[in-house]
């Protein structure tokens, strides 16, 4: 006879249910499978029954009805005991044991289809609720051991397992009741939004996290990290993958695929694959991460650490890192500086999730192991040409191809009819490239440009063939050194300048240049060189060389001219500056005047016809362009090195990606620098420092590389040049609380702008000078000033500084009360923001709408528009808006009564501030802080921050100080 207590009480044998009599006599029969094969006794079950001890004499009569019900049962009895009475079965016979041994063997179980099957079944035990038909606190109270929990630990392990199995859809149906009963289980809400977002499902998902937030809102708790991180996956709605496409004309490695699959299923933190150049490193561990990106929902990364790349310095880790924590969506401005503290928070960010990152191309092993994850579920795969120590990972040694998975990669690559009848010749031509891949690939791709070859002529050519470099090993070199000996000689030179690129690519005009021809015959070399498997394209018109082959063509040698390297990166590096030079001329036409002059000449500089495709350009080049700066400078370009720094810099500062280019920038200012007599130089980088370290919350090392920066360009008689300082300088005094040397600073800057005409000199002056006079209350002067703005960027079409100034302007009309106004000004900026791709303004503009629908009581619109400005601001490095959207955030949170939510934001704003110095922030923070202790009603807490925020506000100069102090005049409470 079965017992099942996982829902309803019922009995069943033989296939048919038992009845088991009134509610007096299940209650009996309940307290006696609660104490399976121990002994109850009269006076207990008289108490629990009936709570009457002068109905003990029932008791004999309910043992009797119950083993009447039973008799049928040979496997069950009801025994008389001293101790009264017990109820012998085979505990396998009651499904509340039965679920405790199922979980416990799928907790053993080596095979992860096994324990799927084992949970499934325990799962399937439950009906409903336990004993849901039986008063539970009448049986026992507290004494009653409900396994609801287990049952949702179960339900929880076997969806971790379905997800990793790639059954997606048993997962999703399973956790859709348990979440719909329990919303706020985090951890089950993660596994549901997981499988719905594996099943394309992203609104699912994001219904999913709403639910849950709610749900633990009730409690004062906020959704955890891996909450967060799938609901911003869900509304990007794109894969967290950063893998590239996998490599075509894969072939075999079923053995290592069963390695890396097995450390992915079982402890292995990473998987280290070592092996020789062109054995075919890299694309096992892209194709083994495509294989595995349904196990590993929450993202795939990939790190090119460029360990043995030619011309290419090694990846640092601080480097790696902060790659990784971008892309792990960790905002720029709150990655630490030290390599320490980097990787802790990387670690930290890992935990919990199940994420894969392929590490290519290692140097070394102490290059890898901070990247390395820590925590369960999460792992490496790296890549390297030597092998790992015993704590970076299993080790898998990478050897040539199996003889029969090469002829199948090389006959797979080519028409069948032309190695029909040819294994003996086949055989021998992939023995020739040392059953490497890479090899293979091009002497396949070599046969198939010459179709009147045949598979034995190829195979006499490789014969034929040198070795790879003098000194090197012969294996797989024949193929290449057969299909560059094929080459005619332009393919030839341009094989050879690829081996000494700067960058990883090039794109056909810049391989002119490299060449010194023009772009028809640029293209026509490319595409035979692309065609020969010798370069690979990468994007349209762009290509790039693996580094096997990059290291094959820098060693060969130079023709009669000794300077070919030379000259052809010296056009490359002209082709870059003239390049670029144009396309911020029209991506940022407004920003001429402060451009410098490249002063070369490029016959094949493309000229842009629009914004779109000049900023389109320097964003496909962003990162040449970096490696063509380094290369100058260490190649006897300085004038090169600075100017493309300079003149990328617009880029960098309209994107927010100021502490990449502000590692570049610093070695323009060393170059600069040793040449104390280029003030023009010196006054162009300092400039663009200052400006980058304003932006990122230094405020001091701002206002100090902008001071040096001012006599160079008086120095030089560059008045826009002038003018530009004196803001760079106003602004970090603005925010150090200077306010009267700043509105003397942007006085002096609206001068000289006047002076030579520049309307977008002058609206910016303007505009901060409107900033100024707001926080000082001067309100009707400020909408004047920003009301003179706007127009003038609209006159010149400088659409990026007009939703700046659009934003100002919109702040003032807030704060008079003018919300019509207030919103079309916000929501002009958000449009003309987004229109130019300015993610920082943009999120700007939404945060201040969301202000102005919280002045007018509507904070749910409020609140929708903040989150979107937090989820507009995730990845920009710009602390004075990270800590504005958590002021903002904290005055709405606590306008809804959320005193809670109101503090953290608050405290994190203040943070923030104290940390890059900003003392208007720091006394708006407080007083925030203050007004949240105060309604929470921790008065003596309060107090610190009232003064604070009074004495912070009386040192700027600003109104809010007589606020704070009437404010506390009509308190009774402590903070007064």
Known sequence: MEFRMLGPLEAWHQGGQVHLGDPQQRLVLVVLLLHANRPVSTERLTEIVWGDPDRRGLVRSYINRLRKALREAADVSIETTPS?????????LLDIHRFDRLRAEAAEADDPRRAIALLREAVDLWRGGFLEDIDTDRVGGTEVYSPRETYLDAVGDLAELELTAGDHRSARDRLRRVVSAHPDKQRHATLLMRALLACGDQVGAIRVFQSAA???????????PQLRKLAALAERGEPASRLPSRPGGFTGRDAEFAVIDAAAAGERRAVWVSGAPGVGKTGLAIEAAHRLRARFPDGQFLVRLNGYTPNVPATTVADALTQLLTELGVPPEQIPATDGRKAALYQSTLFGTRTLVVLDNARSPDQVRPLLPETAGCLAIVTS??????????????????PDDAIALFTGLNEPHRVRGRGDEVAGVVKRCGYLPMPIKVAAALFRRHIRWSVDHLLRL??????????????????????????????????????????????????????????????????????????????????????????????????????????????????????????????YPFDRALQPVSGRSCPVAPVFESADGALAWIAAERDNLVAAIHHAAAHGLPQHAWRLAVLVWRHFNTTSQLEDWTTTMELARDIVSSDPGDDCGQAHVLLRLATAHNRLGRLAEARGLAEQALPRWTRIGDVVGEAATLCALGVPMMELGDHDDAIGHFAAALAKYEQIGDLRGQAHALSMLGNLNELRGNLAVALRQHESAV?????????????????NLGSVQQRLGLHTEALASHTEAYERAREVGDDCVAAYALNYIGNVYRQLGRLTDAKLHHDRAREAAAELSDADLRTQLYRDRGATAAAGGDHADAFRAYHAALDLASSTGNRTHQAYANRGIAHTLHALGNHPDAVAHWQAAETGFAELGQPEAEEIRAERAAMTCACR
């Open 84 to 92: 009264g009475y017990t109820l012998c079965v085979d505990e396998d």
């Open 214 to 224: 709610a749900a633990l809102a009730e409690w004062g708790v906020e959704p955890g």
């Open 385 to 402: 040409r030597r092998m790992g120590d015993p704590d970076t990972g299993e080790h898998l040694r990478l050897s040539p191809l199996p």
């Open 462 to 587: 490789l014969e034929e063939s040198g070795p790879w470099r003098a000194g090197g090993d012969e294996d797989g070199a024949a193929a290449v050194r057969v299909s560059y000996q094929q080459l005619a000689d332009p393919q030839r030179e341009l094989f050879r300048l690829f081996g000494h690129l700067p960058g990883r690519d090039v794109d056909v005009a810049g391989a002119a240049a490299l060449a010194g021809r023009d772009v028809a015959w640029a293209r026509a070399v490319l595409d035979d060189l692309h065609e020969v498997c010798l370069l690979e394209e990468i994007a349209t018109d762009r290509y790039q060389m693996l580094d096997p082959l990059k290291e094959f063509a820098a060693a060969q040698p130079l023709p009669a001219s000794p300077t070919e390297r030379a000259d052809a990166l010296r056009r490359l590096s002209d082709y870059y500056l003239v390049t670029l030079e144009r396309a911020v001329g029209t991506g």
């Open 791 to 807: 127009p003038m960027l609209r006159e010149v079409d400088h659409v990026q500084g007009l939703a700046h100034a659009l934003n």
